[in-house]
């Protein structure tokens, strides 16, 4: 399909086919990241990332002036602040955002298993204008 | 905590304590939204949305121009679109293109679930400049 000289498309995948990474970042241990939907695949605001964290893993304890929306697929764990711990565990939802300095944990014996979705650092297109990005805006 | 005269929070909430609300637009058919993350929990660029779609229902056949970023959780599917019917699957990604046109339909007899990732229409805060956007971005 070609619209406005563009190729539209999509893609459907199982995220194990999605390449398994090291995360080897500081103060990050046994986490590792798909990167399920990215720049490579046009995406024109935001990534999905896929986080795995063994038993005993964690991501590092950072802020940054960007937001994380996270869904918790599998395991247990805690969202740490200073402030403290705050455990999670699967289906929960989770938002933080931009500037609160956190760490993901996982407490259990099980593989943590979490989405972070991150903005670009660029829009590689133009902003799309949603004008339906509010409520009621119930369509998919 | 304070910062730049800012409180700055996290939220974690299992997806079943979010207001499940019909979705009401034409072309959709037994299809329910929950707003998981949106402006009102003060997300900057995007918001994160989980649909709930009954056997035999689907969303609307449509486009616009922004994009979709899916993470399907329960149920079995098909993404529509003008070139014909693409199937998935429960832990299956889909990204859809700014402007093709879509449908995500239910097509076996139990409840289709999925995460619906979209850009908002404006931005409620200063666009978050993330350098780590792009790969290696591994952390979180």
Redesign the interface.
Known sequence: ?V??N?E?????????D?LL?????E??DK?K?R?????K?????????M?EVEAGGH??F?S????????V?HGTGA?V???GE?P??Q????????????Q?KNTDDTLLRF?????????T?K??????????????
Chains 1, 2 share one sequence.
């Open positions: 399909m619209l406005k563009l539209v498309t999509m893609k459907i995948t199982h995220f194990n999605v990474e090291d995360v080897n970042v103060g990050a986490t990241i990167w399920l939907i990215s720049k695949d046009n995406a024109p605001n935001f990534a999905m990332r986080f991501t590092p950072h940054h002036d960007w937001e994380h929306e996270v869904f697929l969202l602040t200073e402030e705050k999670f565990q289906w929960d939802v989770i938002f933080v955002e931009p500037y609160l300095k956190h993901f989405l972070c979705v991150v903005p670009h650092s660029h829009q297109a902003m799309s204008g949603n004008p339906l990005g509010d409520k009621p805006a119930n369509n998919c």
